[in-house]
């Protein structure tokens, strides 16, 4: 099983890999049989080819004919690897004696994190301030120029700064009046309505039918794709019709491993670089876990399991809950192994938040996805909630 799983894995990497490689011999003068044996067959250069953002940290290459060296996700046009050494530290890289890369900075922090740290930045500002800030305030406060930060913004979190306050509005009025069930809903409501874009989007995001997820995703194509996320290294997979799984972990290899034995019968794909707005988005969800909150989802499971998340969906960010509260409030007070078994085999990470569910005496679980990303989540809540 996990033998057959992995070599998925490999034939995955690899079908990514030639894609990539006949994109490169259609635009490259150089002839294929010119090329030794040595860099364009070395594993790391195939990550490089595909300008995996995920080995940016743990890999480099310095190019002779340029005279500089890079990190494997940089947009420029990919070199012959003729010309290329790989380096598995950025002191090597720099002992080449060449320049780095104006484009990709392989010096400091990838151009997806600095940006994704800038974004959380913005958010904690909107969250920390009793007025709206504008744009240009925020911009200023992040150092970038109002078009570009706004632009930014929406890459990383699908929405603009604009929703996102409107929505972190909507969110403080829904705690100040949970005790008024009715009116909290209609304002709750209200507020939506000020980014309905946002949500008419994230409708198509998710989804698959029931019967077909049960079935292990049989026939089904399923896209996907990884990435970094402040808590490691998250994979995002969907169907024709949305998200199916957000899944979060150290490796992004056993990630995909991981997708695979969770459907088992669907034929997976490496994303396109479309898709990878999509993965930039969910990056955003678990940045600023209250715009994933928020998500309408489309939940498969069992009927338990689905009463179980939707108890879950009505935790609101910020507060955590005893598994026995959680069986409680589904009327089944005594299957509390049921419910953790339920959140267990949860598949959308912080879109149906299972973080928030801890001990009876508030001491913290265990979590699919490791109990120190639950403890970053659960804190990260706490500190945004006013
Ligand atoms: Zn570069």
């Known amino acids: 099983m996990e033998c057959g799983t992995s070599a998925a894995a490999a034939q995955l990497l690899k079908l990514l890999y030639d894609k990539r490689q006949m994109n490169m011999i259609s635009t490259c003068a150089e002839p294929r049989k010119s090329t030794p044996p040595s860099v364009a067959d070395d594993p790391r250069w195939a990550r490089i080819v595909a300008r995996d953002n995920t080995a940016d940290g743990h890999l480099w290459y310095s190019v002779s004919t340029t005279g500089i060296y890079c990190r494997p996700s940089c947009p420029s046009r990919i070199a012959n690897p003729r010309n290329v050494q790989l380096h598995d530290s950025l002191e090597s890289a720099k002992a080449t004696g060449f320049r780095p890369c104006k484009r990709c900075n392989p010096d400091g922090l990838s151009i997806d994190a600095e940006n994704a740290a800038l974004v959380a930045k913005a958010c904690r500002l909107i969250e920390g301030s009793e007025e709206e800030p504008s744009l240009e305030k925020l911009a200023d406060a992040v150092g970038r120029s109002p078009s570009y930060f ?15 306050a409107a929505a972190h509005r909507a969110t403080k009025v829904r705690h100040g009046l949970s005790s008024h069930g009715t009116i909290t809903e209609a304002i709750y409501d209200a507020g939506f309505n000020s980014s309905g874009r946002f949500y008419e ?35 995002v997979a969907s169907t024709n019709k949305g998200v199916a799984a957000i899944l979060l972990g150290d490796d992004p290899d056993e990630l995909v491993r991981d997708l695979q034995d969770r459907f088992p019968n669907a034929h997976l794909i490496g994303a396109d670089h479309e898709y990878e707005s999509l993965v ?25 399991q689905e009463r179980v998340w939707k108890a879950l969906q009505e935790v609101p960010d910020g507060a ?26 949860n598949k959308l990470a912080v ?29 990260r809540e706490a500190s945004q909630s006013a």
């Open 150 to 164: 706004h632009r930014m913004f929406r890459a990383a979190t699908g929405v603009t700064p604009k929703d996102y």
């Open 201 to 235: 989007k994230s409708t198509d995001m998710l989804g698959m039918t029931p019967s077909r997820y049960r079935a292990g995703g049989a026939n089904e194509e399923i896209k996907f794709a990884v990435g970094q996320t402040s808590l490691g290294a998250i994979l």
């Open 280 to 304: 930039a988005q969910i990056v955003g969800f678990v940045e600023a876990p209250r715009i994933g909150l928020n998500l309408p989802l489309d939940v498969r499971g069992t009927a338990f």
């Open 320 to 345: 955590t809950v005893s598994y026995a509260e959680i069986a409680l409030r589904i009327g089944a007070p005594r299957s509390l192994r049921a419910v953790a078994g339920a959140c267990a085999a």
């Open 351 to 379: 879109a149906i938040p299972c973080h928030r569910v801890v001990r009876n005496d508030g001491s913290l679980s265990g979590y699919a996805w490791g109990v120190d990303r639950k403890r970053a989540l659960i804190d």
